[in-house]
């Protein structure tokens, strides 16, 4: 933190988000430097013993903790309004250490059944090989239906945590953050809340009464393809045996990569703004295509769950989906005709992207996993980028044009 780290603390996020960083060092520089080094000198003998047995705070090894880390974990936690975290290497690292480093065998899991790809597999292959049971839940689960799964039932023991994405990945499909919220203080479990395509700028799960906060810093933090990272936030009594988990088995996010998805936080709620007005633009031209079949945005009142999405969030997001009739072929057609759009698996970035989620991300998933998900041939997730959105609009409208007449012709 800078000197005038009181005077900043009653500042707004925004500019917290641009003003928090490192002690200044005596070369005097305006922006945080690079800390590219492995480990770091102790003073003396009992300055080394201290650090080691956490008497006071500071730097030993990068693994640990490192400047760059530090002040990238200070500006998430700020943001999240959290009191800890704990920086990883990638998005999905920092989910499996949400999970590894606090649950044990014997341990139950309640999780929504809309998870990205790597998500469920770490929660029906990898956790329980550890002993560690789940539960699946429709987004739009009743609340009773909640506290159902979340309750002992028979032999199952009571939810230790539940674990949820919203909005999820890909259908879009939201989950009431303050119902779960009530629950919790009911039933005492660890509410861990995915808030990767939220960030904290459209909404905060802390607020609503979730204990963790987990991002693939890789999307919107750094919003410009270039780094992976995952961080995860909380209270400190949770972030303890995490960072333990984590620290043990070497996650660690590099302090390049910290120091870049620091600087990026600064234009966070920028390009956020641009994102979610381009989405919904978007969004709403296409919604009036007679060529596609459906499109599904939180913030498009047609949303099954719009009235949650405007209660929880600040706005829809960067993430459109669409759905085209005419399955594989029509979606080649679609993409080949695309102009500007990257055909890539990854998302949040300041260029628009889109995929096939069910050739791609949530390619390795059962039929009926995918179907239980709205993971049909024609769903086409869209993550909307930072061009002019005349020129989206017009691309889009072009390719599903060309797309509809290439089906058509071929039938």
């Not at 704990?86 to 250490?97: N, S």
């Not at 949303?303 to 949650?308: A, G, K, S």
């Not at 669409?322 to 990854?346: C, D, H, K, W, Y």
Request: glycine share 6%; net charge negative; hydrophobic share 40%.
């Amino acid at each position: 933190m800078t000197p005038k780290a009181n005077h900043l603390s009653i500042m707004k996020k925004q500019t917290k988000a641009i003003r928090t960083q490192t002690q200044q060092t005596q070369y005097r520089e305006h922006s945080t430097p690079l800390f590219l080094t492995s480990s770091f000198t102790f003073e003396s003998a009992e300055q080394g013993k201290d650090l080691f047995e956490e008497t006071i705070e500071g730097n030993i090894y990068s693994r640990f903790s490192n400047p760059n880390v530090t002040e990238f974990v200070d500006k998430v936690c700020m943001l999240e309004g959290a009191e800890e975290g704990i920086a990883t290497a990638t998005g999905m690292a920092a989910v499996f250490a949400s999970m590894a480093g606090l649950l044990k065998s014997g341990d139950h899991i309640v999780a929504c059944r809309a998870l990205f790809g790597s998500a469920h597999q770490i929660i029906t292959q990898i956790l329980a090989k550890w002993g560690i049971t789940h539960t699946y839940l429709d987004a739009t689960a009743t609340e009773a239906e909640w506290e159902a799964a979340i309750q002992a039932n028979g032999e199952r023991p009571a939810a230790r945590m539940v674990y949820l994405e919203t909005p999820s990945n890909p259908g879009l499909e939201l989950v009431d953050l303050a119902m779960l919220g009530r629950l919790k203080a009911k039933y005492g479990f660890i509410l861990n809340v995915d808030n990767c395509f939220a960030t904290p700028i459209l909404q905060t799960p802390l607020d609503f009464g979730a204990d963790l906060s987990v991002h693939s810093a890789t999307k919107y933090m750094d919003g410009q393809g270039r780094v992976l990272g995952g961080i995860v936030v909380g209270p400190k009594e949770l972030i303890a045996p995490i960072r333990f988990f984590a620290r043990h088995t070497g996650p660690s996010l590099s302090p390049f990569n910290a120091w870049t998805l620091s600087k990026s936080l600064e234009t966070l709620e920028l390009r956020m703004e641009r994102h979610c007005s381009n989405a919904l633009a978007l969004a709403q031209a296409l919604d009036q295509h007679p060529d596609v079949a459906t499109v599904k945005y939180p913030f498009l009142p047609s949303h099954p769950q719009y009235e949650l999405a405007k209660a929880q969030m600040n706005a829809g997001g960067a993430i459109v989906t669409i759905e085209l009739e005419g399955g594989f072929e029509r979606v080649q057609a679609f993409m080949e005709a695309l102009e500007i759009p990257t055909l890539s698996s990854n998302l949040g970035d300041s260029r628009t992207i889109v995929t096939n989620p069910n050739t791609t991300t949530h390619a390795k998933l059962k039929p009926d996993e995918k179907a239980a998900l709205g993971i049909t041939p024609g769903l086409i997730r869209i993550s909307v980028g930072l061009e002019h959105i005349d020129d989206l609009i017009a691309d889009f409208e072009q390719a599903v044009a060309v797309s509809a007449d290439v089906v058509r012709e071929r039938v």
